[in-house]
């Protein structure tokens, strides 16, 4: 399968910790690379890899990846997290393609 | 800093194509493939194709095939995109992305980064 399956919205409240997951059959060949958007802006990069941050993102970042599912966890979330959060890697299917998840809705409350 | 800088918006008619251009500065344009990725208003992200460093083979998606052309001008360090048929479906913001990949001990990781600012087409009669 080439989908991404992601929950639509999560909230989190103010400091606490907040998980956003990513399932997919493509995620036992590569890992998951993560993104942040916020209303009118491009994607921004905030994890990839074996759970790599950019320079730039905070550690509260932090990506796991188990079997068909990878995670995005932001540890303490802070009100700027606020933002649409999607997942992407690439399609196991043995064609050059790559999916992105549908994206999570993250609401700091 | 690498950077992406995107040709400005666009409005179509139906029916008509679109080119967008994406100018790479900050590494060396010939050791990355690019990859298209457009977002439809209100909507996610859609991964549309990528093109090899050396501009000579892309691979598109799906549901592009047909109507999608990838090209790139390694004098310039400029990728394009060009979209036909143009319908009103096709109104959205196109992105170019660079991609990095890494080998892990036994998975690949790839990745999109840095991504250009966007370009807004607005297909409409």
Redesign the interface.
């Known amino acids: 399968s080439s989908e991404l399956t992601q929950d639509p919205a999560v909230s989190v409240a103010l400091g606490q910790t907040a998980r956003i997951t990513c399932q997919g059959d493509s995620l036992r ?3 998951a ?1 993560w ?1 942040q ?1 916020k209303p009118g802006q ?4 905030v994890i ?3 759970n790599n941050r ?1 320079s730039g993102i905070p550690d509260r970042f932090s990506g796991s990846s188990s079997g068909n599912t990878a995670s995005l966890t932001i540890t303490g979330a802070q009100a700027e997290d606020e933002a ?1 959060y ?1 997942c ?3 399609d196991s299917s043995g ?9 999570t809705k993250l609401t700091v409350l | 800093q690498v950077q992406l800088v995107q040709s400005g918006a666009e409005v179509k008619n139906p029916g008509a194509s679109v080119k967008v251009s994406c100018k790479a500065s900050g590494y060396t344009f010939t050791s990355n493939y690019m ?1 298209w ?1 457009r977002q439809a208003p209100g909507q ?4 549309m194709g ?1 093109i090899n460093p050396s501009g000579s083979s892309t ?1 598109y ?1 799906q549901k592009f095939q047909g109507r999608l052309t990838m090209t790139r001008d390694t004098s310039t360090s400029t990728d394009y995109m060009e979209l036909s048929s143009l319908r009103s479906e096709d109104t959205a913001v196109y ?1 170019c ?1 660079r991609d ?1 990949s ?1 080998k ?2 036994v ?12 370009t807004l087409v607005t297909v409409s009669s």
């Open positions: 060949r590569s890992y690379s993104y958007q491009a994607p921004v990069l990839y890899g074996k950019p649409d999607y992407n890697c690439r064609n050059q393609n790559w999916v992105f998840g549908g994206g | 990859h990725v996610g992200l859609e991964w990528i691979n998606a992105y992305a990095v890494r892990y001990d998975l690949t990781g790839w990745w999109f980064d840095p991504w250009g600012q966007g």
